[in-house]
């Protein structure tokens, strides 16, 4: 029986999730069973939702997307608000409509808390506040944000745990929840749970030994700067957009760091620095992804010839 047949079946999940670390190859994976399933794409990037940003977030071109529609890439302005929850609704728009046509969904990205709340939900937890982070904020210019995270180990011992001090965002919304409430932000979500998927979904990836991640992650920031990241970079500056939440992810942030900073322009040296933060962060994706039952394809074979076993596994 092919793929396509065993996948119009009933007892199917609901979902696909295509996930892994940077560079693993979901994209790829992605089109690959959407062509063979007859699937639509939902990304599931904090960056590639944002238009404008293209080179740095990996964003397929149009022409290499293989006619498969792809759902929430180019959907915002980079100016515009936007969070988990916000992307969630989005979200599940998106998959209402690909039910509708009676298609495969394939979520794929590496934005593990956006597919978390897709997933699973968010806590109810009370809506921002802007004047509470215009206050962290200040604080954070003012001591450092070494210092707000110390900050939130005085109230919220578990998220100051969980969260990096350089996640200004994530801290700020930690801190901003306790003082709202009094109840620190690990106890809404320890009170959640997040064990009951919205979804029957089966998760996929693709492994990769360390080493040839890592050398993954720095071939591909390299294509990245041979195709004019430095000029997309420097383009959305002038146009205004350098205070906006997708520069400030990984990558964006250090290329224009360097074309602001006073010293001379090192190509190599900042593609050194790229890579590094880059694997910093698929340590994070990966410590995510030991918690889910995902299936790895192995990374040294061809996929093509692996695809039939997704079929196989029981819906999560």
């Not at 998959?95 to 699973?120: E, H, M």
């Not at 506040?129 to 005085?154: K, M």
């Not at 994530?170 to 932000?185: H, Q």
């Amino acid at each position: 029986m092919s793929l396509s047949a065993k996948l119009d079946a009933a007892e199917l999940p609901s979902l696909i999730a295509v996930v892994g670390p940077t560079a693993s190859g979901k994209t790829e994976l992605a089109l690959q069973l959407a062509e063979l399933a007859g699937g639509e794409v939902i990304s599931a990037d904090s960056v590639q939702i944002y238009r404008h940003f293209d080179i740095g977030s990996g964003k397929a071109p149009l022409a290499e997307r293989r006619g498969i529609v792809h759902h929430l890439i180019d959907a915002v302005e980079p100016t515009d608000e936007m969070d988990a929850s916000i992307f969630a609704a989005m979200a599940q728009q998106a998959i209402d409509a690909v039910r509708s046509r009676g298609k495969l969904t394939i979520v794929c990205g590496g934005t593990f808390l956006w597919l978390k709340a897709l997933l699973y939900g968010l806590a109810p937890a009370p809506p921002k506040d802007d004047a509470v982070r215009a206050e962290h904020a200040r604080f954070a210019d003012a001591h450092g944000r070494v210092a707000l995270h110390a900050r939130l180990g005085t109230i919220d011992p578990e998220s100051h745990q969980r969260l990096q001090p350089n996640d200004f965002v994530r801290v700020s919304r930690a801190l901003e929840v306790y003082e709202l409430t009094g109840t620190p932000l690990s106890e809404f979500q320890r009170q959640h749970g997040f064990k009951q998927p919205r979804y029957a979904v089966r998760f996929v990836g693709i492994e990769h030994e360390r080493s040839v991640l890592a050398a993954r992650i720095e071939r591909r920031i390299r294509q990245m700067f041979e195709q004019g990241w430095c000029d997309e970079v420097q383009s959305l500056i002038r146009r205004g957009y350098g205070a906006t939440r997708p520069m400030a992810s990984v990558g964006y942030k250090q290329v224009m760091q360097a074309l602001q900073g006073p010293g001379p322009f090192d190509d190599e040296a900042l593609v050194r620095e790229i890579a590094q933060v880059t694997r910093v962060f698929s340590r994070r994706q990966r410590t995510w992804l030991r918690e889910q039952p995902v299936h790895w394809l192995d990374g040294s074979r061809p996929v093509e010839g692996q695809l039939d076993t997704i079929v196989e596994l029981e819906a999560g």
